[in-house]
C-alpha cells in the first residue's frame, strides 16, 4: 500500500463535500500538472490518502481511500484522474506549520513542493502525520 496527500481548496472541493459521495466516491479532476498526473497514475486501489484543505485553513482534514485507479476524466478525456472516497474525518486537523515544525517531515513534499496538488507521501510520514491526528489504527 502507497500513501499520498490531495490538496483542495475548501471552497470549490470540501473534505464534507468529499463525505457526501459516501462509498461511490468521486473523481479527483481537474488537476493539470504532470507531475500530479503521474503520481495518480501510480496509484493503486486500497491506497489511502490525506485529504489537504489548501487556502485559508492549510491543514490535513480526512483520510482518503483510492477506489479506482487512473483512467481518463469525465469532464476532459484528455487528462486521467483516480477515484477517491472518504473514510474518516481526523480526529485533530493538523496544520501546515505543524509539520514544517517537524524535523522529521522536512522531505515532504507538501513542505517542498507546495503548489503541487496531488503528492506521495512516504510510510514514516504517514505514521508521523497519523500519531499527530490523533489517528489510531
Same mark, same amino acid.
Given at each position: 500500500? @502507497? /500513501?499520498? &496527500? #490531495?490538496?483542495?481548496? =475548501?471552497?470549490?472541493?470540501? !473534505?464534507?463535500?468529499?463525505?457526501?459521495?459516501?462509498?461511490?466516491?468521486?473523481?479527483?479532476?481537474?488537476? +493539470? $500538472? #504532470?507531475?500530479? +498526473? $503521474?503520481?495518480?497514475?501510480a496509484m493503486k486501489k486500497g491506497? &489511502?490518502? #490525506? !485529504? /489537504?484543505?489548501?487556502?485559508? %485553513?492549510?491543514?490535513?482534514?480526512?483520510?482518503?481511500?483510492?477506489?479506482?485507479?487512473?483512467? =481518463?476524466?469525465?469532464?476532459?478525456? %484528455?487528462?486521467?484522474?483516480?477515484?477517491? @472516497?472518504?473514510?474518516?474525518?481526523? =480526529? +485533530?486537523?493538523?496544520?501546515?506549520?505543524?509539520?514544517?515544525?517537524d524535523k522529521r517531515l522536512a522531505?515532504?513534499?507538501?513542505? +517542498? &513542493?507546495?503548489?503541487?496538488?496531488?503528492? =506521495?507521501?512516504?510510510?514514516?510520514?504517514?505514521?508521523?502525520?497519523?500519531?499527530?491526528?490523533?489517528?489510531?489504527?
Amino acid at each position: 500500500m @502507497a /500513501y499520498w &496527500l #490531495f490538496k483542495s481548496e =475548501p471552497d470549490t472541493w470540501s !473534505f464534507e463535500m468529499q463525505k457526501e459521495k459516501g462509498k461511490a466516491g468521486q473523481e479527483w479532476d481537474g488537476v +493539470r $500538472n #504532470f507531475a500530479a +498526473r $503521474n503520481h495518480m497514475r501510480a496509484m493503486k486501489k486500497g491506497d &489511502l490518502g #490525506f !485529504f /489537504y484543505h489548501t487556502g485559508g %485553513e492549510r491543514r490535513i482534514v480526512g483520510i482518503v481511500e483510492v477506489i479506482r485507479e487512473a483512467h =481518463p476524466e469525465s469532464k476532459d478525456p %484528455e487528462w486521467e484522474c483516480v477515484d477517491i @472516497a472518504a473514510r474518516s474525518t481526523v =480526529p +485533530r486537523p493538523v496544520t501546515l506549520e505543524e509539520v514544517k515544525a517537524d524535523k522529521r517531515l522536512a522531505d515532504m513534499p507538501l513542505v +517542498r &513542493l507546495g503548489r503541487l496538488s496531488v503528492q =506521495p507521501v512516504t510510510p514514516e510520514q504517514w505514521k508521523i502525520i497519523c500519531q499527530m491526528a490523533g489517528v489510531t489504527s
